[in-house]
Each structure stands twice: as structure tokens, then as C-alpha cells.
């Protein structure tokens, strides 16, 4: 069965600093990829995916993941944190189209002025 | 694009009532919703896979007689939560796949459910 590991439940960073979540998947085959992020009581935001086309994704909000097949990783970074982006980010994966999303634990990110 | 809304928002219902939650796709449709269901701190767990005109799939645990799940058109599924009771108290959330691009999920806002 597929997997979805994040590595950290809790990231604290200074404003201004980088931000790096990780994501590891377990998969065979390379699967479609995303991050996502929840704002408290609210639903997820898409903020990039991968679907096998250029391994570097740019998404909203300055984020950007970069697919790594040998590592089986597609960590979110962000140069300078924002104290916008204090948020819960979801690293998700799903091995085709249509088929359900397998989520990581989650990473909750604190930013600090 | 991509908009999916959830009504209601938040509701508090007393202990061995039933309520409806409607999943919509505003600007496109979709031919598969899934529900989840998130407790405080935790990730999404998957609760079932609703096709538009066919029964929902739901996943080894989930109480389909508990919750009812409807899918009546391409822009709208239901979660129906029957005799709701405490435990069921949750953070409830759709998401939607559009069937031109299939393979990303657009989530609702969720809705919150607190059973007295």
C-alpha cells in the first residue's frame, strides 16, 4: 500500500528565514503528487502538484516542491518565510487520475516575527 | 476556478438526530467527490468515494448505514450523518475531481459538526 510520510509534525521558523517541509512517498511507481495547505477551520488550498512533467513545481504563495524519484521525496521550501504562511501543509499522493489521495501526517508551521 | 463550497458550515445537533451536509462544485463538474472526516491535529481520513449515479465506495471501518452518501448530479454529493451521537462530533470535509483534469482534488471549506 502506499505511504505518505512527513517528517516533522511541527516546523518553527523566524520570519524571513527558509521554510523546508519534507515528504517522502513509498511507491513503485512514481505517483502524482501534492501540497496542500489548511488555514484553522478550514478546508485545503492546493498549493502545487506534480504529475510527471518538469520535477521542480512552482505554486502559489512563493512555494515550490521539487520531485526526486531516487529519494522518493518532493519537499515544499519556501526562501523567506511569511508570517501568512503559519499553517497546517499536507503532503498528499495518489498513483492515478481520479484515484484517492493518500495523506501524509501533516506539518504544522509556526513563524516567528 | 475550481470552487467547491460546503453548507452548512458548522452545526450543533442534539444527540439522535440526523444532518445533511451538501458538497458543491460551483465552477465545474465532478464526477467523483470524496468525503473525509479530520479530527484535532490529525490528517484527513478518508471516509468514502461518492460517483455521480452510483453507490459510494466506502472505505473498511466507515458505517454506510451510518453515513448516508448521495451523488445526484455533477455538482452536488450529500453526507447525511443518521442518529448522530457525540462520537461523530468531527471536522467534516468534500472534495471534488474535475473530470476535464482529473487528477487533482479541489477541497470545500468543511463543515464542523458538534453533537450534544
Known amino acids: 500500500a502506499q505511504s505518505v510520510t512527513q517528517l516533522g509534525s511541527h516546523v518553527s521558523v523566524s520570519e524571513g528565514a527558509l521554510v523546508l517541509l519534507r515528504c517522502n512517498y513509498s511507491?513503485?511507481?512514481?505517483?502524482?503528487l501534492f501540497w496542500y495547505v489548511q488555514y484553522p477551520n478550514q478546508g485545503l488550498q492546493l498549493l502545487l502538484k506534480?504529475?510527471?512533467?518538469?520535477?521542480l513545481v512552482k505554486g502559489i504563495n512563493g512555494f515550490e516542491a521539487e520531485f526526486k524519484k531516487s529519494e522518493t521525496s518532493f519537499h515544499l521550501t519556501k526562501p523567506s518565510a511569511h508570517m501568512s504562511d503559519a499553517a497546517e501543509y499536507f503532503c498528499?499522493?495518489?498513483?492515478?487520475?481520479?484515484?484517492?489521495?493518500?495523506f501524509g501526517g501533516g506539518t504544522r508551521v509556526l513563524v516567528k516575527p | 476556478g475550481a470552487v467547491v463550497s460546503q453548507h452548512p458550515s458548522r452545526v450543533i445537533c442534539k444527540s439522535g438526530t440526523s444532518v445533511k451536509i451538501e458538497c458543491r462544485s460551483l465552477?465545474?463538474?465532478?464526477?467523483?467527490m470524496f468525503w473525509y472526516r479530520q479530527f484535532p491535529k490529525q490528517s484527513l481520513m478518508l471516509m468514502a468515494t461518492s460517483n455521480e449515479g452510483s453507490k459510494a465506495t466506502y472505505e473498511q471501518g466507515v458505517e454506510k448505514d451510518k453515513f448516508l452518501i448521495n451523488h445526484a448530479s455533477l455538482t452536488l454529493s450529500t453526507l447525511t450523518v443518521t442518529s448522530a451521537h457525540p462520537e461523530d462530533s468531527s471536522f467534516y470535509i468534500c472534495s471534488a475531481r474535475d473530470r476535464g483534469i482529473g487528477e487533482t482534488q479541489y477541497f470545500g471549506p468543511g463543515t464542523r459538526l458538534l453533537v450534544l
Open positions: 511507491s513503485s511507481v512514481p505517483p502524482y
Open positions: 465552477d465545474f463538474q465532478a464526477t467523483t
Open positions: 498528499a499522493a495518489t498513483k492515478a487520475a481520479g484515484n484517492k489521495l493518500t
Open positions: 506534480y504529475t510527471s512533467a518538469a520535477t
